[in-house]
């Protein structure tokens, strides 16, 4: 049983550029969760996803960040004209379902740099 | 607002003394709490949760915690650190239906010295 995968590892961009996190989460989760991980702010939740369901998108700093999950399984956090405050470890996660009853398991982490 | 304060960066103990990291919350009602552990280059591990219930909630790795709701409190404990309990802990609260929406405070350091 394979974990939550993330791709890439490590990504270095330019201010200004566009990128794009991808998460593969545990196979029959139907929840998925973003997180961003920085010196300055520390965790902070992004977006969830559950099931076929709307996301949760309450936690995007900007409009520059966006995320979607295809056929309820991948999904991609786009961010657009990043900036350098962007640069963090963005994490996603996933669970059965929603909620407490349910345990989040975390993937590795995408380590972005915006210089 | 929803709120979590881990008031210690850091703390450092010596292998096989216990260990208490604190955890203070705010929160209108009854809260969702969770502590997490990131060991250095490893992800996120959720060590226990708490909702209702007895108000000591065992986990992983022989950890344990306390609601006090009197005193909004969720702190950690540990009887006996060993050397591999080095990392980084996370308190945190859960928003939304199920606690889904996690605000996590600004995370606590542990040292652990021979």
């Known amino acids: 049983g394979a974990g939550v995968s993330q791709s890439p590892s490590n990504k270095v961009t330019e201010k200004g550029k566009d990128v794009e996190l991808r998460c593969d989460p545990i196979?029959?989760?139907?929840?998925l969760y973003w997180y961003r991980q920085s010196l300055g702010q520390g965790l902070e939740f992004l977006i969830y996803?559950?099931?076929?369901?709307?996301?949760?998108k309450s936690g995007l700093p900007s409009d520059r960040f966006s995320a979607e999950r295809t056929g309820g399984s991948v999904s991609t956090l786009t961010i657009q004209r990043t900036q350098q405050e962007d640069s963090a470890v963005y994490l996603c996660?996933?669970?059965?379902?929603?909620?407490?009853?349910?345990?989040?398991?975390f993937g590795p982490g995408t380590r972005l740099l915006v210089l | 607002a929803q709120s979590v304060t881990q008031p210690d960066i850091h703390i450092t103990v010596s292998e096989g003394a216990s260990l208490e990291l604190r955890c203070n919350y705010s929160?209108?009602?009854?809260?969702?709490l969770f502590w997490y552990v990131q060991s250095p280059g490893q992800g996120l591990q959720l060590l226990l949760k708490?909702?209702?219930?007895?108000?000591l909630v065992q986990g992983i790795k022989g950890f344990e915690a306390e609601f006090k709701r009197s005193q909004s409190s969720f702190n950690l404990r540990k009887p006996s650190v060993h050397w591999s309990d080095a990392a980084e802990y996370f308190c945190?609260?859960?928003?939304?239906?199920?606690?889904?929406?996690?605000?996590f405070g600004a995370g606590t350091r542990l040292f652990v010295k021979a």
């Open positions: 996660a996933s669970s059965v379902s929603r909620g407490y009853q349910e345990t989040q398991y």
């Open positions: 196979s029959g989760h139907t929840a």
């Open positions: 996803f559950q099931g076929n369901s709307a996301p949760d």
């Open positions: 929160y209108g009602a009854t809260p969702y």
């Open positions: 708490y909702f209702s219930g007895d108000t």
């Open positions: 945190a609260v859960g928003e939304g239906t199920g606690g889904f929406k996690t605000i």
